[in-house]
């Protein structure tokens, strides 16, 4: 049974850099044709789509995002991370993370997601 | 960037029949997904490539997807369909994932 997990700080100072894993049980990203993806929701706001990387290494990232994001795989571990770097209180969210089954946006499961808050 | 427009709101009474739109370009180009999304949990996908249902979702909801508009339709209204609703596309033209700004979805 697939499950995803998100883990990283609650909490970031502004200007710092996010960091965030997401592990995956019950499938190999390595050896699968799916995408992971990375989702934010701001507090009673609406969802937006951070970026996705195909189990190849391929990445695709929100062009307003794209100068401060970096998502890889970490096939060892059976994960994949998020880094943004330069947050602002802007980026205060719930941060989920996703597989993606036939496109880098089509999210069929879901971590239950973390909230990162943004201050000093 | 490509924008999908949803209306903020939408009510219904039990047992009637809703219809949330999700307004593009062109977006019958496009493959649209839905997502219920209830508060404090993840969304779920409930209708993907505009009309189809992930195994488990109640065929009371279906999707459709022409000139400008997808419609998501809710058929005979539960009170736990009460829940925000997100469409969502993959724009393969520029390689970017988009969500609509969802709308939340009233039982009466």
């Known amino acids: 049974q697939l499950q995803l997990q998100e883990s990283g700080p609650g909490l970031v100072k502004p200007s710092e850099t996010l960091s965030l894993t997401c592990n995956v049980s019950?499938?190999?990203?390595?050896?699968?044709?799916?995408?992971w993806g990375w989702i934010r929701q701001p507090p009673g706001k609406g969802l937006e789509w951070i970026g996705s990387?195909?189990?190849?290494?391929?990445?695709y990232y929100n062009p307003s995002l794209k100068s401060r994001v970096t998502i890889s795989l970490e096939t060892s571990k059976n994960q994949f991370s998020l880094k943004l770097n330069s947050m602002t209180a802007a980026d205060t969210a719930v941060y989920y993370c996703?597989?993606?089954?036939?496109?880098?946006?089509?999210?069929?499961?879901w971590g239950q997601g973390t909230l990162v808050t943004v201050s000093p | 960037s490509y924008v999908l427009t949803q209306p903020p709101s939408l009510s219904v009474a039990p047992g009637q029949t809703a219809r949330l739109t999700c307004g593009g370009n062109?977006?019958?180009?496009?493959?649209v997904d839905w997502y219920q999304q209830k508060p404090g949990q993840a969304p779920v996908l409930v209708v993907y490539?505009?009309?189809d249902r992930p195994s488990g979702i109640p065929a009371r909801f279906s999707g459709s997807n022409s000139g400008d508009t997808a419609t998501l339709t809710i058929s005979r209204v539960e009170a736990a369909d009460e829940a925000d609703y997100y469409c969502?596309?993959?724009?393969?033209?520029?390689?970017?994932?988009?969500f609509g700004g969802g709308t939340k979805l009233t039982v009466l």
């Open positions: 996703a597989r993606g089954e036939h496109t880098p946006s089509d999210f069929w499961y």
């Open positions: 019950g499938v190999s990203i390595s050896s699968s044709n799916y995408y």
């Open positions: 990387i195909y189990y190849t290494g391929r990445t």
């Open positions: 062109n977006i019958a180009s496009l493959s």
């Open positions: 490539h505009d009309s």
């Open positions: 969502q596309v993959w724009n393969s033209h520029i390689d970017e994932g988009v």
